[in-house]
């Protein structure tokens, strides 16, 4: 061990006092070993309970509020946005998981018919566009025998009859392929709601719509048939066609003889041959624009008869006059000073 720095001048150390009597027998009596057991061993415990209550004044006084005076019911400058929704119906709440969470076919036709009616005259409009960029054609080529013709008018004449062929021959495709949907839909709504199965299986009813030659005739049946579950007639009883449906099936087969005769008359070489197709694709379109506005009237009856119950066509009633009802119980009066 090494000697420590010098204490500083006029230090000196402080002397510890020695133990009392007292503080001697408190150490020997913690010293001494407890008897065995030492759960027995009593306990002495005060029992105090301290209880802390603030001083006089401490609380803040409670504000007495004047009650105000009545004014009568709320007024709003502008109409409030709580409340109930401004709604007459509303679907019922699905729980997920369950069978009440899937989209019915039954709740589909209404949806699906309105943009099926919608896309097919839309496709009529175009039809007619066609048509008459056709007979503008051929208009030109009666002209044209006599005298010669505009370079500008036979360039936007063959401008117009392309973009308008094209369009209606591409766009025929979307009004063809929902009104496709829509028949699958609305064979398996009506089924659901006769509760029987539909009278034939789906890959029959795509032949009979798809394959040419083969839909010319069948496409009667289906048509028949899904009217027939639709007006829910009995299932062992031969469906019989209205007329709207002998309309639709002649336009049916009107647009695809024509189709199929201008596309072969197209084949042929001569002067006279190609003057006769430009009728036949006009008449074609006229054809076509018929057809979609027959299947769009065909949809809505249908769409009508499996779902009458359309929230839009409801309208809004009010009650003017109630006769041979008992009088209301009036309110009884409230007293001046009762609490609201």
Request: aromatic share 8%; hydrophobic share 50%.
């Amino acid at each position: 061990m090494q000697p420590g720095p010098p204490p500083p001048p006029g230090y000196w150390p402080r002397q510890t006092p020695p133990p009392t009597a007292q503080q001697l027998q408190g150490r020997m009596l913690a010293a001494r070993p407890e008897p065995y057991p030492y759960h027995h061993r009593p306990v002495h415990r005060p029992r105090l309970r301290w209880v802390a209550t603030p001083p006089p004044g401490a609380w803040p006084r409670r504000r007495v509020v004047a009650p105000e005076r009545y004014l009568g019911p709320p007024a709003y400058p502008v109409p409030p946005r709580w409340g109930f929704p401004n709604l007459v119906w509303r679907r019922p709440t699905s729980v997920p998981g369950t069978a009440s969470d899937e989209v019915r076919p039954i709740d589909r036709v209404p949806v699906l018919s309105r943009s099926v009616i919608l896309v097919l005259f839309g496709f009529a409009a175009l039809a007619v566009v066609a048509a008459v960029a056709e007979i503008w054609r051929y208009v030109l080529l009666v002209q044209g025998r006599d005298s010669a013709l505009a370079r500008s008018v036979v360039a936007f004449s063959d401008g117009f009859v392309l973009t308008a062929g094209l369009l209606a021959s591409i766009l025929a495709l979307l009004p063809a392929g929902l009104s496709l949907w829509w028949l699958l839909v609305a064979r398996q709504a009506a089924a659901d709601v006769s509760g029987d199965d539909p009278p034939r299986p789906v890959w029959q009813v795509l032949v009979g719509v798809l394959v040419p030659v083969a839909n010319l005739p069948m496409a009667l049946s289906i048509v028949g048939e899904l009217e027939h579950a639709v007006l829910g007639r009995p299932r062992d009883v031969r469906p019989k066609p209205s007329r709207q449906v002998v309309v639709w099936w002649g336009a049916w087969l009107l647009n695809w003889i024509l189709l199929g005769v201008s596309i072969v008359w197209r084949f042929r070489d001569d002067v006279q041959s190609m003057a006769d197709s430009v009728v036949l694709v006009a008449l074609t379109d006229l054809s076509a624009a018929g057809l979609a506005v027959v299947t769009a009237l065909v949809v809505r009856r249908f769409s009508a008869l499996l779902a009458p119950s359309d929230a839009r066509a409801v309208r809004s009633m009010r009650v003017l006059k109630v006769a041979g009802a008992p009088e209301p119980e009036l309110r009884p009066s409230r007293p001046a000073g009762a609490a609201r």
